[in-house]
């Protein structure tokens, strides 16, 4: 008889295999956690720990270059999903809540439905990997309307839409990562926080650049460039301690070199 995995086991292995991801030179075992997640998901789970292990498990197999697989398991989840009511922490790596968790901090089926897939770039681009693009657009576009937009998920939509930019660029659907970006925008603004608007504003340029990369226009990727350099200067001002800014800077690099934009 094969004993049950308990929480703790699974998130001690969650815990070594996302060190790995992120540790290279070191392979992470997408193939040992994806059949440890799929064993944990065989038997009696919460509805809380069922959605978190089908989410990882759907990232795990699109991490591994598996996409025909994250896009089964992402189908098993919204199968499973009618009548639940899971809630999972807003914080990665998502574990289910303490009772006492205020829901301010948690997701509910409505947020989990649209964080899965807007997990990664990786997992938002499994559908069009296997042809099925448009699904996914129909997919993203439905969860997003499904959520009701309040303060508290404000984030979350808006760097669930730059996801969708991503999954968007990367098929050469460039009007609607155009419409996406302007769509984040748009969220932004809803803010109501000079400051929180001002620490979202160079991810929607960023997401600008990428675009004009991928379609080669140079001259429009140099201008953003100059313009992300402009916010984050002002935010490295006002939050000299953000560490976020320093990798931003970094993130930038490529573009300058590519577009040929002297950075200095």
Not at 57 to 66: D, H, I, K, Q
Not at 80 to 101: C, E, F, H, I, T
Not at 105 to 119: A, N
Not at 250 to 263: E, I, Q, R
Request: a negative charge; proline letters at 6%; one cysteine or more.
């Amino acid at each position: 008889m094969v004993t049950p995995l308990d929480v703790a086991s699974v998130r001690e292995e969650f815990e070594r295999w996302a060190r790995q991801e992120n540790n290279e030179p070191l392979e992470p075992d997408f193939s040992g956690f994806a059949g440890l997640l799929t064993r944990y998901l065989s038997q009696p789970l919460s509805d809380s720990e069922a959605a978190w292990a089908y989410k990882h498990l759907a990232n795990v197999f699109a991490c591994g270059g598996e996409p025909a697989e994250a896009v089964r398991v992402h189908e098993a989840f919204e199968q499973w999903l009618p009548g639940k009511s899971p809630r999972l922490s807003l914080v990665p790596p998502y574990y289910y809540p303490a009772a006492d968790q205020p829901p301010t901090e948690t997701m509910g089926p409505d947020e989990i439905r649209l964080q899965f897939l807007s997990q990664s770039v990786q997992f938002a681009t499994s559908y069009g990997a296997v042809g099925r693009y448009k699904e996914y657009v129909a997919k993203a576009e439905s969860a997003l309307a499904a959520l009701a937009p309040t303060r508290d998920n404000l984030k979350q939509r808006f760097f669930a839409v730059l996801i969708f930019v991503d999954a968007a660029r990367l098929a050469d659907d460039f009007d609607r990562a155009e419409r996406g970006i302007l769509q984040a925008m748009a969220i932004a603004g809803q803010v109501g926080d000079a400051a929180m608007a001002a620490e979202l504003r160079p991810f929607t340029v960023l997401s600008e650049i990428q675009l004009a990369r991928r379609q080669e226009d140079r001259a429009r990727c140099r201008q953003k460039l100059q313009h992300a350099l402009l916010l984050i200067e002002e935010l490295e001002k006002t939050q000299p301690s953000n560490q976020e800014w320093r990798w931003f800077r970094d993130a930038l690099v490529d573009y300058f070199t590519w577009s040929g934009t002297d950075y200095s």
